[in-house]
């Protein structure tokens, strides 16, 4: 039985838009009658938008949605979600790491700032562990869980004006390892989707001091190779699809 035919219960981070909400929707297209998915992000408006296009997309799925700031994560909170969840209700357990920013754009020598880095990484590291540790604890289940990290290039290249993502990037990754050295049971995927064309990129080509890498993002966009989040997603899927082992890291330019 693939991952894709046990009753689910899924939770995706970022759903309000982008990348996150590609994945909600094709999970949910996947996804048996009864799975249900969590979509978290701020946007109260955007997670009603992609609760509604994955009824169009499966109608038997269930989506409950729950708007909060994961730049003041606490895991009570999320803790408090997900214990209205039975742990005996569900064949299989989904957690999905997407939401993430993408920093200030400035040099990182010029990065001093302590309460912006608190912002940042609570935001982009804190928030991922406290939800594993609340998702973890709550359903007390590794042989039924995946994780899925959304994490990027820049976790494993240092990027000019990118030194907060790569720094939190990084630190996402190396948790998952982590993780999986402790919890052998789990099935981690950190997953790289490639340059997407979401607002994360316009951001980027509008904020980033440095001209080389401001112009790779520029330079994509206008000739059209930046990568579809449908396609990208479509990878993702497909590789949960073909079973996924303890520990694995793909990046969406990987050879299938
Ligand atoms: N686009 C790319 O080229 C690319 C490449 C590699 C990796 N990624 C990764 O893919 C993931 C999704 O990015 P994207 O391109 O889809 O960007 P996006 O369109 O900007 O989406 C980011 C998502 O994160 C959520 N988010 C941002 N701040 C938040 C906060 N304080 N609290 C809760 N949620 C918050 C946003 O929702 P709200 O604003 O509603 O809160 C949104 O749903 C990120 O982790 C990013 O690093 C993207």
Redesign the pocket.
Known sequence: MTAWNKKSLCLV?????????EIAIQFAGKLPSGSTIIL????EN??NETSSLISKANSSIITKIFP????NPKEKDFTSLLSAFSPNDWEQFILVH?????GTGRPVKDCSNPEEWQKYMS??LY?MVLLTSAFLKTFKNDEKTIIVN?????AVQAIAGFGE?CVG?ASREMYMKVLSAESPSLRLLNY??????????D?CISKIDFSETRGMFEKMKTEGT??K?PDTVKKLVNIIESGLPAYLRVDYFDRD
């Open positions: 981070s970022g759903a309000s838009q982008g990348i996150g909400r978290t992000a701020r946007s955007g997670l909060y700031d994961m730049s997407n939401a993430g920013t993408e935001l982009n928030s959304i994490t990027s290039l820049a993502y990037k790289s989707p490639g340059p997407v064309g979401t607002d994360m990129v951001r930046l990568v989040a």
